[in-house]
């Protein structure tokens, strides 16, 4: 089945613990993506990549890190977590000219 | 640059009534729109798309939509709403060829029995 995987579902840390939220993806996509769900606020996007270590900046950069070392692969780092992090993320991924599919979502929490 | 404005944040119709949740766009170059629909707890699932094919666009579930370049909007319709429309849809644009996706804040859409 052609899916974007995201793990963990959710998790709950503390303030500036380190941790990894990792995405993968099967349907060989150039693309991959991540962003943050707030309420009022829609998604934005906090970095993405074009292709194996090609990654460039979206709206919402600060306090994330991501690597594209392998194509299916596009881990989101928080190497010092804040409350204001606390948020749904989402991957997604796609091909050139077509729509992204997005991940099930993480739901992080910070203390 | 680019932008999406979905203008109501909540709008509430009965089940069997026309549904409607309006989107404009702004973008330098032609744009490609997406709707995106989110159902509780759930990641989400493309509803329809335009890329300068057809400007009336039909998507999954009887919703569709019409690129109106003149008034740069975008709205969502459908003609007979059911419980199961009950979700938060996003508008998003972004420039053709572009992976870089810009959301609207989203509409909330209730379904009253």
């Known amino acids: 089945e052609a899916q974007v995987t995201q793990n963990p579902r959710y998790l709950i840390t503390v303030t500036g613990k380190k941790l990894t939220v990792t995405c993968s993806q099967n349907?060989?996509?150039?693309?991959m993506s991540w962003y943050r769900q707030d309420p009022g606020l829609g998604l934005r996007q906090i970095y993405y990549?074009?292709?194996?270590?090609?990654?460039d900046k979206g709206d919402v950069p600060e306090g994330y890190k991501v690597s594209r070392k392998e194509k299916r692969n596009f881990p989101l780092i928080l190497e010092s977590p804040s409350p204001n992090q606390t948020s749904l993320y989402f991957c997604?991924?796609?091909?050139?000219?077509?729509?992204?599919?997005f991940g099930p979502g993480t739901r992080l929490t910070v203390l | 640059a680019q932008s999406v404005t979905q203008l109501d944040s909540h709008v509430s119709v009965s089940e069997g009534t026309p549904v409607l949740l309006r989107c404009n766009y702004s973008?330098?170059?032609?744009?490609?729109l997406f709707w995106y629909v989110q159902h509780p707890n759930k990641g989400l699932q493309l509803l329809l798309k335009y890329t300068s094919a057809a400007t009336l666009v039909k998507g999954i579930n009887g919703f569709e939509a019409e690129f109106k370049k003149s008034e740069t909007s975008f709205h969502l319709t459908k003609p007979s709403a059911h419980m199961s429309d009950a979700a938060e849809y996003f508008c998003?644009?972004?420039?053709?060829?572009?992976?870089?996706?810009?959301f609207g804040t989203g509409t909330r859409l209730t379904i009253i029995p």
């Open positions: 990549s074009m292709n194996v270590e090609v990654t």
């Open positions: 973008s330098s170059y032609s744009p490609s």
């Open positions: 349907m060989n996509h150039e693309y």
């Open positions: 998003v644009v972004t420039l053709f060829g572009n992976e870089k996706l810009t």
């Open positions: 997604a991924s796609s091909t050139l000219l077509n729509e992204q599919f």
